[in-house]
């Protein structure tokens, strides 16, 4: 299969140094780089940090739904 993108200019002056870098062929790090990204699907499940996933909160908060009550309906729209 072929597939092209467009690369910005920062990447793909990125990729081909570091296809020097390595000596291997452009194609092969670029094919390397996705099996590795495939790889490892959960790179990209959840952007947010550990600290933030196992956040317990505060027990003895109220809940939000606490103050419902105490809200304004919302405005009825002017229909011209």
């Known amino acids: 299969m072929q597939i092209t993108i467009d690369l910005p200019p920062d990447i793909e002056q990125d990729l081909i140094r570091q296809s020097a870098q390595f000596n291997i062929p452009l194609q092969t790090l670029i094919l390397q780089a996705l099996r590795r990204v495939i790889q490892t699907p959960s790179v990209f499940s959840s952007q947010w ?6 956040y317990e909160g505060i027990p003895d ?20």
């Open 49 to 54: 940090s550990e600290v933030i996933l196992s």
């Open 61 to 80: 908060f109220p809940a939000f739904e606490s103050y419902r009550d105490e809200l304004l309906p919302p405005c009825e729209p002017e229909l011209l």
